[in-house]
């Protein structure tokens, strides 16, 4: 089964830029997907096809992915930031989705 | 505007059986790609199963052969038969929606408000 690796915790000072990373094999080769859940929510897309964000997700979430890593990368961080965060992507060699084991972002 | 609103769930003894619903509003569930995700208490997302618009269905290993995903396009209706339950399916279930709607894009933008599965003796 394909595995998609997350950090089990990150964290970041107010104002600043935080990374979040997931590593799979390959994982450049297919398209990521990000999203961020707040306790007792449904989870919310923010990035999609590895860079793209939907409508309403402010702009200082942005995506990347290549060669084995996918990132999330969170510029100006603000306290409301601190949740959790997964990615995803689609492996199509067992037609499952995969997501990532989630990482905790705090912000101190 | 879509909306997800998910029914069913509760309490179940291990063996039983459970449907879960999902209702679809602002867009014919029978066109666009829906999805299963679970979360047990604490822990984190996992897929369950996925049905494409053309009506491709694809399950997760542990619950491959126990569960089936289906739709009824006149309820505008997504469900998920759970039969053959174990303790270790104990979670809060969640439908989403394919954020291309019509286009396959494997990413979910519209989620319902998830439902409680509980199984236990």
């Known amino acids: 089964s394909y595995d998609l690796t997350q950090p089990p915790s990150v964290s970041v000072s107010p104002g600043q830029t935080a990374t979040i990373t997931c590593s799979g094999d390959?994982?450049?080769?297919?398209?990521v997907s990000w999203y961020q859940q707040k306790p007792g929510q449904s989870p919310a897309l923010l990035v999609y096809?590895?860079?793209k964000r939907p409508s309403g997700i402010p702009e200082r979430f942005s995506g990347s992915n290549s060669g084995n890593t996918a990132t999330l990368t969170i510029s100006g961080t603000q306290p409301m930031d601190e949740t959790d965060y997964y990615c995803?992507?689609?492996?199509?060699?067992?037609?499952?989705?995969?997501f990532g084991g989630g990482t905790k972002l705090t912000v101190l | 505007e879509v909306q997800l609103v998910q029914s069913g769930g509760g309490l179940v003894q291990p063996g039983g059986s459970l449907r879960l619903s999902c209702t679809v509003s602002?867009?014919?569930?029978?066109?666009?790609?829906m999805t299963w995700v679970r979360q047990a208490p604490g822990r984190g997302l996992e897929w369950v199963s996925i049905?494409?618009?053309?009506?491709?269905?694809y399950y997760a290993d542990s619950v491959k052969g126990r569960f089936s995903i289906s739709r009824d396009n006149s309820e505008n209706t997504l469900y998920l038969q759970m039969n053959s339950l174990r303790v270790e399916d104990t979670a809060l279930y969640y439908c989403?929606?394919?954020?291309?709607?019509?286009?396959?894009?494997?990413?979910?933008?519209?989620w319902g408000q998830g439902t409680m599965v509980t199984v236990s003796s």
């Open positions: 989403a929606r394919d954020v291309g709607a019509v286009t396959r894009l494997d990413a979910f933008d519209i």
């Open positions: 602002g867009i014919p569930v029978s066109t666009t790609y």
């Open positions: 049905v494409f618009s053309e009506g491709r269905t």
């Open positions: 390959k994982l450049g080769d297919k398209f």
């Open positions: 096809q590895d860079s």
């Open positions: 995803q992507a689609w492996d199509s060699v067992s037609d499952h989705l995969v």
